[in-house]
């Protein structure tokens, strides 16, 4: 935290909050990565209601405005075909690392996994992702362009992975091409943003808007267990409007795969962790 950036959050103006806990939740606030503006609104929101809260402690206050904020996203499949998820970022963003864990969660419920790995120039990555994938029980195919993606083969499985390249212009290429196949045979992604969550806020900031003309419509925070400010890519998510659906830590452990909802949102603004 910035040396007088508590400061910028007074709680001279909650008249009605006892003023030691008042500065213990900002100094959480700022501490774990929320901007001193997100601080503001929440500690408004702690006074509000406050007032017909007689006794409640402002970081119970707090956690309830925090969680309101972040409800848990639901995500549908869509009708007549398998639940496809476009797990987009840019490179480095622990997007692979994402694929490894929904595969092995979804594989450990008995559910019928296919992946599509597009293909990186230069990058041996899809090989060996596409091998360890057929060691689990999943079927894993390496494309360019999406239309040679087996879309009739993978409408018989339960979920399909788009694991992208981090190349936005070819990512959106080979969605286009999954979603425009002619007699009926063709696959709508839910497109995904994968962001780091131990980026420097400029650089998710930068990210968001580089997977803009993909037109993601939720986001998924990865590498937590590595972020010193890991409220900052919620609060960067917020202000794109983006909801979050899933938080990651830790590396390649499936357990470590959390459905993002109220009372997660508030442990990391309040605890600077995944409780």
């Known amino acids: 935290m910035k040396p007088g950036l508590l400061k910028e959050v007074p709680p001279s103006s909650l008249g009605t909050v006892p003023a030691a806990p008042v500065r213990e939740l900002a100094r959480r606030l700022l501490a774990h990565g929320a ?11 702690v006074e509000h209601l406050a007032r017909t809260r007689d006794g409640a402690h402002p970081l119970d206050l ?3 405005a925090i969680g309101n904020r972040f409800p848990r996203v639901v995500l549908r499949p869509a009708p007549g075909g398998p639940q496809t998820l476009a797990l987009l970022g840019a490179r480095g963003s622990g997007r692979s690392a994402l694929v490894r864990k929904l595969a092995l969660r979804l594989r450990g419920s008995g559910r019928r996994v296919s992946v599509l790995l597009v293909n990186q120039p230069g990058s041996s990555k899809p090989e060996w992702l596409a091998t360890w994938l057929g060691e689990i029980g999943a079927a894993a195919w390496i494309v360019t362009t999406g239309r040679e993606a087996p879309v009739r083969t993978l409408q018989r499985h339960d979920v399909v992975l788009v694991d992208g390249c981090g190349d936005v212009a070819r990512d959106g290429a080979v969605l286009d091409a999954l979603a425009s196949r002619g007699g009926g045979v063709r696959l709508d992604a839910i497109r995904i943003a994968v962001l780091a969550g131990d980026g420097a806020p400029e650089r998710m900031r930068a990210d968001v808007r580089a997977l803009r003309p993909l037109a993601p419509v939720c986001a998924v925070l990865t590498r937590l267990d590595l972020a010193q400010a890991p409220a900052a890519g919620l609060e960067i998510a917020a202000d794109a409007k983006l909801p979050v659906a899933f938080l990651c830590d830790g590396a390649r452990d499936e357990r470590h795969l959390h459905r993002l909802d109220p009372d997660r949102a508030s442990d990391v603004f309040l605890k600077g962790r995944i409780a």
């Open 35 to 45: 901007s001193p503006a997100f601080a503001r609104r929440i500690m408004a929101r």
């Open 62 to 64: 707090a956690a309830e």
